[in-house]
């Protein structure tokens, strides 16, 4: 069972090796052939050069016994030419490769880019939601975008030292094939310190993630521009840092042991190599003063035998650096097999349009992932063709999550959403939210142009189209845009050079627009105009039912005084649907609407 489960396990490692290696051959075939040929034609430079060393010694010490030192020279100097061309045609092979390594990494690493941002945009909205994931995300940004290229350079070198090692341990062989043995001896233990202590890192690596994770996120909260002002007003960065702070000490301390621990066992493992390596030089030494071998011969096995030994401990060193990249690999892969689980249907219907009766949420329960509140209790709403209608309710009721029903971001637990009496379900998920535009309350803020901004809600409309300034007509966004020095092509925010910041309310009127744009037949407004001052708020309920254009529309708002136009409001009360009509018919209910209407209006008179 035991031999089985590390079986199961090894193979599953080989795999991550092989889909990483299938990778960088992907990414560049011709870049990965002319590495691999580079790197054998520069293996063999050592021995040819420690080769015509040994000939230029020996025909030197026979030049001291030998009475025309012309005829020495006559013989050396072809043995000088070849060593000089030799370390020319090394030195070209250094700068090619450098060349050529630099760009096969880069093309490796915008490859991986490629693949983590297509995983990261397919995966669930519930894993962003979901702190194991967050965990996984991290480790495969952290380090797995990297591996890829660090085994490359792991393959590069494992090749490299074997071509090495097989010259220059022929080379020993030929002089004494006990020294290929002793060339072994203390090689061993030092792998098996360093095998030992990668699986005692990565085993660290897995338990610190979460703390890692918690000083990433103080770090988050210290440098970037979204808490700047509250932790300047309520001086919370001292508080921050110290945390940060004890964190990374926590991290530091945990590394340091093992560092430690490491450091002394390695000492041993070194001085057991350093004692065999003083071995084989004495031995060396002692056939050359015999006359068993000539000068030239001592200088080749000496060097030949610290290259072996050195090739040797690079070759197993390389082999415990792809079990290293192996696990690193894991938690690329780990992230990479994530399956989203809103998938389209085998057979999916077409999404009706024009749709005739409308948006039915039929008696639908949901509970969040990884929670045990029902967030949304046995509702039942219809939004029909051309009709407006508004959910309110405290914080919390339920409302945005009746709208990423909707979408499809999260399946009701119970219960069904449909279009037409088609389950959205059984629905293409890229139609279906095709013909839904919503801004919710954090809504996004793209520090592109004013023009881009709009133009992302329909980029199937070309980007300069007449419709992206209709659009902001429609929300209010173009008189602001006016006002920019470059108008609809001037960047927004600061985090760009040119770039003009927005008040909240303006960048609102920008988000609008980008649901205007879009051609979809319901328009979700998410507290749309929370941050609009009254005459804006008002303009855009005045003229709401002409801006929609036939679509229909859901608003979620506390403000109570613009959901009166609404056809039909829904009032939300801890996830249930508890009251639905007209404001007025809600009025006369004297219910909770009515309650919460009366407060907002006694607090505006
Ligand atoms: N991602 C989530 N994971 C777990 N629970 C969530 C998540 N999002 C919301 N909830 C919970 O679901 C319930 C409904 O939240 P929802 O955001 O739908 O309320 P809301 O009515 O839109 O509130 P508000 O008026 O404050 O925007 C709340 O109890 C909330 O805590």
Redo the contacts with the bound molecule.
């Keep these: 069972m035991r031999t089985r489960e590390l079986l199961n396990f090894e193979s599953e490692r080989v795999l991550h090796l092989g889909r990483a290696i299938a990778i960088v051959w992907k990414s560049g075939p011709w870049w990965t052939v002319a590495r691999s040929s580079i790197t054998i034609v520069k293996s063999c430079i050592p021995i040819t050069r420690l080769y015509i060393m040994k000939l230029l010694l020996d025909t030197i010490t026979m030049g001291f016994d030998s009475d025309d030192p012309q005829d020495a020279f006559r013989r050396i100097t072809p043995l000088v030419i070849a060593m000089g061309l030799v370390n020319l045609a090394s030195a070209l092979l250094t700068s090619v490769s450098r060349l050529v390594n630099q760009y096969q990494e880069q093309v490796v690493s915008d490859r991986l880019y490629e693949i983590i941002h297509d995983k990261a945009i397919a995966v669930d909205l519930?894993h962003y939601?979901n702190p194991a994931y967050y965990d996984i995300l991290e480790r495969a940004r952290n380090q797995a975008n990297s591996v890829p290229l660090q085994l490359l350079n792991r393959l590069e070198q494992i090749g490299g030292n074997l071509v090495q090692l097989a010259t220059m341990g022929t080379t020993l062989l030929s002089f004494n094939w006990l020294i290929g043995g002793v060339l072994v001896i203390p090689v061993i233990p030092r792998i098996l310190v360093r095998l030992a202590f990668v699986r005692e890192i990565h085993a660290w690596l897995q338990r610190r993630t979460s703390t890692q994770r918690e000083a990433s996120y103080y770090n988050s909260l210290l440098v970037s521009e979204n808490y700047a002002k509250e932790i300047r007003l309520f001086q919370l960065g001292e508080l921050f840092s110290r945390r940060f702070r004890k964190l990374r000490w926590r991290l530091r301390e945990e590394r340091l042991q093992i560092a430690l621990r490491r450091a002394s066992a390695d000492f041993f493992t070194t001085l057991i190599s350093v004692i065999a390596t003083w071995g084989i030089y004495a031995y060396i030494a002692y056939q050359t003063v015999q006359g068993n071998i000539t000068v030239g011969d001592l200088v080749l096995y000496n060097q030949a035998f610290r290259k072996a030994y050195d090739a040797l401990w690079q070759v197993l060193q390389g082999v415990a650096g792809l079990y290293d990249d192996n696990r690193y690999l894991s938690y690329l892969f780990e992230f990479l097999n994530i399956k989203p689980k809103i998938v389209d249907p085998e057979f999916p219907k077409p999404v009706p349009r024009p749709m005739q009766q409308g948006i039915c949420f039929n008696n639908v329960y949901f509970n969040?992932?990884?929670?045990q509140?029902e967030?949304?209790k046995n509702a039942s709403l219809h939004l029909g063709p051309g009709e407006v209608i508004a959910?309110v309710?405290?914080?919390?009721?339920?409302?945005?999550?009746?709208i990423?029903l909707l979408c499809r971001l999260y399946e009701p637990t119970e219960g069904s959403v449909e279009i037409d009496g088609i389950d959205v379900r059984d629905m293409k998920v890229r139609e279906l939210r095709q013909q839904i535009s919503v801004i919710f309350?954090d809504y996004a803020k793209y520090h592109l142009t004013a023009r881009e901004n709009i133009w992302l809600g329909n980029l199937e409309c070309p980007s300069d189209d007449e419709r992206i300034i209709k659009a902001a007509q429609r929300s209010g966004a173009d008189e602001v845009i006016q006002t920019l020095p470059l108008a609809y092509d001037n960047l927004l925010g600061k985090r760009f050079e040119t770039g003009e910041e927005l008040s909240i309310g303006q960048w609102q009127k920008v988000s609008i627009a980008r649901a205007f744009l879009r051609d979809s037949q319901v328009i979700v407004l998410?507290?749309p105009t929370s941050a609009l001052d009254p005459k804006a708020e008002y303009e855009v309920f005045k003229k709401f039912r002409e801006l929609l254009e036939g679509q229909s529309a859901v608003l979620?708002t506390?403000r109570l005084s613009t959901v009166k136009m609404a056809d039909r409001i829904y009032v939300?009360d801890?996830?249930r649907i508890v009251e639905c009509g007209s404001h007025d018919e809600l009025i006369a209910m004297q219910g909770l609407y009515a309650t919460l209407f009366e407060t907002q209006a006694r607090n505006y008179r």
């Design positions: 519930e939601e969040y992932p990884n929670s509140r967030a949304i959910l309710g405290e914080n919390g009721s339920g409302k945005t999550t009746l990423k309350q998410d507290e979620i506390h939300l801890k996830g």
